[in-house]
């Protein structure tokens, strides 16, 4: 069976949810980032698969795609730094203890 | 020969991610992510996308993992391992239901494809839709501002009091 659009996208829907799983179920801040990171590429994955049979030679897409990009690593500056002035403060790193905007 | 390539990738793919998910490691956690962006790259160089290919090596694999491999080490003394919260079973119930409604709708659309060749060196043409008339000029300014935003936010955050 020749791969098509159908492929990628389900792949991407896969890799969308493995990183939905971890966001909800993990406890340690990083780890939760990583799996942001996983989502990110998963609909980078999408954009560029639609990009590629449906607008072949347009490539809106993929200059989404690059957008894209530049925002998950905005994400992960900034959330590595919040991560680790945190954990500063408090020694650990696990979102359960994470209450300081509780009021 | 294409379709090989792909399922390959996808095997090694869902299979980094799923290692994410799963090692109790957080610094295997990390290096299977490492791996799950060089198999996305791969996967844009099977999708006719060369020039967003390079960019995921040089911006995921260069940059965005190592700030996690630091972030990591940075944290690790004081936290062994990544167990899971106490709403594991409906995190997975959640996921699966999604993934159950994202592949049906996927499966059951009649996708309007293209039979057209994809453009071959799409870095001139991605460059010339991102400057010209009519383009994304604003956008590419707007993210340049992020950029710095994210830049000054770090800086500030990570300064010592």
Redesign the interface.
Same mark, same amino acid.
């Given at each position: 069976m020749e791969v098509g659009l159908n492929h990628y996208l389900v792949l991407s829907a896969m890799l969308f949810c493995i990183g939905l799983y971890g966001v909800l179920a993990k406890r340690n801040a990083v780890v939760i980032l990583m799996c942001i990171e996983i989502m990110l590429n998963a609909v980078n994955i999408a954009l560029v698969a639609f990009s590629r049979y449906v607008v072949p030679v347009f490539l809106t897409g993929q200059i989404i795609a690059i957008f894209v990009i530049t925002m998950a690593a905005d994400a992960a500056a900034v959330g590595i730094a919040i991560i680790i002035t945190i954990y500063r403060r408090r020694e650990s790193v696990d979102v359960d203890k994470f209450d300081l905007m509780k009021w | 020969m294409?379709?090989i390539i792909?399922?390959l990738l996808?095997i090694v793919?869902?299979g980094a991610?799923?290692a994410?998910?799963v090692l109790r490691d957080?610094f295997r956690?990390?290096l299977s992510?490492v791996l799950?962006?060089l198999t /996305?790259a791969v996967?844009?160089i099977t999708?006719?996308?060369d020039?967003?290919a390079v960019?995921?090596i040089l911006?995921?694999v260069g940059?965005?993992s190592i700030? /996690?491999i630091?972030?990591?080490m940075?944290?690790r003394d004081?936290?062994h391992?990544?167990?899971?919260?106490k709403?594991?079973i409906?995190?997975?119930v !959640?996921? /699966?239901l999604?993934?159950g409604t994202? !592949?049906f709708s996927? !499966?059951s659309t009649k996708?309007?494809?293209?039979g057209?060749?994809?453009?071959a060196p799409?870095t001139a043409?991605?460059g010339t839709?991102?400057f010209s008339q009519g383009g994304?000029v604003m956008?590419v300014e707007i993210?340049a501002v992020?950029?710095l935003?994210?830049?000054l936010?770090?800086i500030v955050?990570?300064r010592d009091k």
């Open positions: - | 294409s379709n792909f399922w996808a793919t869902v991610a799923l994410v998910v957080v956690a990390a992510l799950l962006f /996305i996967l844009y999708l006719s996308a020039f967003l960019v995921q911006i995921y940059a965005i700030l /996690i630091v972030a990591v940075l944290t004081a936290w391992g990544s167990p899971s919260g709403f594991r409906s995190a997975l !959640v996921s /699966i999604l993934l994202m !592949v996927v !499966v996708w309007e494809t293209s057209e060749p994809p453009l799409t043409a991605i839709s991102l994304y956008p993210s992020l950029l935003a994210a830049i936010g770090a955050l990570m």
